[in-house]
Nanobody, 129 residues
Framework: VQLQASGGGQVQAGDSLRLACAAS????????MGWFRQAPGQEREFIAA????????YYSDSVKGRFTISKDNAKNTLYLQMNNLKPEDTAVYYC???????????????????????WGQGTLVTVSS
């Protein structure tokens, strides 16, 4: 499985971006997927996750209400719609996928990087004030 993240760029505070993560090698329509980010000098942090069915989503407090995670099973692609971007959102954004199919976890598990076996290469988002 390969994940290819795209859509990053340099924007102004208040702008929007949509990140995409295209999966290849197998269908991930039945897999938990998520987004993480890593700012310079900081550890990778959880941003958002979506259950295998797509019916449940989780967000970090820092992005809740501004970011929306979704997936298009027909395109085998995960998205992250980011609105009202702030300078503190500047980071490299990574998409990730759990290799297990049709598996449900506790909320805390979705937020752990350990859950995800497949990772994209990252796309840089820079937000200036």
């Amino acid at each position: 499985v390969q994940l290819q993240a795209s859509g990053g760029g340099q924007v102004q505070a208040g702008d929007s971006l949509r990140l995409a993560c295209a999966a290849s090698g197998r269908s991930l329509s039945d897999n938990v997927m998520g987004w993480f980010r890593q700012a310079p000098g900081q550890e990778r942090e959880f941003i958002a996750a979506i259950s295998w069915s797509g019916g449940i989503t989780y967000y970090s407090d820092s992005v809740k209400g501004r970011f929306t995670i979704s997936k298009d099973n027909a395109k085998n692609t995960l998205y992250l719609q980011m609105n009202n971007l702030k300078p503190e959102d500047t980071a490299v954004y990574y998409c990730a996928a759990d290799e297990r199919r049709r598996t449900t976890y506790t909320e805390g598990s979705y937020k752990g990087s350990w859950l995800y076996e497949y990772w994209g290469q990252g796309t840089l988002v820079t937000v200036s004030s």
